[in-house]
């Protein structure tokens, strides 16, 4: 008689699940990093002072898949693009504490890689010039922004990021 195992088959269905769990292990150690990036959730690090809109927009995004983390502030934006791994960042310019621009600037600063994209209310005219240079903009989206485009280019960023790990 085992005398680890008092009832053989809790003991047999033990061993398979921690066999079936190492091999689970083992096959996504050595999967390459796209295949690993589509069991993950894609992070967005969403910074939009307008809890209303901002409330609006992480639904539509959790529904297409993504995970958001959400700020109401650009120095609580900072704070979180610090603690966490972002695949890509939606800010607003317009932010109490630490506009969207220089949280863009501070992005950039310490990743070269990660798309930023602009979801603000201001006339892209008047703030191109800050948005895609120091803002370190990838893209810009009004707020009266149209679903599939917005959803597109966050998907799109993806495949630029994919090659890195988080």
């Not at 607003?92 to 992005?107: A, K, S, T, V």
């Not at 280019?153 to 790990?165: E, G, K, P, V």
């Amino acid at each position: 008689m085992n005398s680890i195992c008092i009832n053989q088959y809790k003991c047999k269905a033990y061993t398979m699940l921690w066999i079936a769990g190492i091999s689970w292990m083992f096959l996504n150690l050595f999967r390459p990093i796209t295949q690993l990036n589509s069991i993950m959730k894609n992070r967005i690090l969403h910074a939009d002072d307008d809890t209303i809109f901002s409330g609006i927009v992480r639904k539509i995004l959790n529904q297409q898949g993504f995970e958001v983390y959400s700020a109401y502030d650009g120095e609580h934006a900072w704070l979180l693009f610090n603690e966490f791994s972002f695949h890509s960042c939606l800010l607003d310019i317009r932010m109490p504490r630490l506009n969207g621009i220089d949280l863009g600037e501070r992005i950039r600063s310490k990743d070269k890689h990660i798309p930023i994209f602009y979801l603000s209310g201001e006339d892209l005219a008047l703030v191109s010039a800050e948005v895609f240079g120091r803002g370190g903009a990838n893209g810009y989206f009004p707020k009266t922004f149209n679903l599939r485009e917005l959803t597109g280019r966050l998907q799109a960023s993806l495949t630029h990021t994919n090659n890195y790990i988080l």
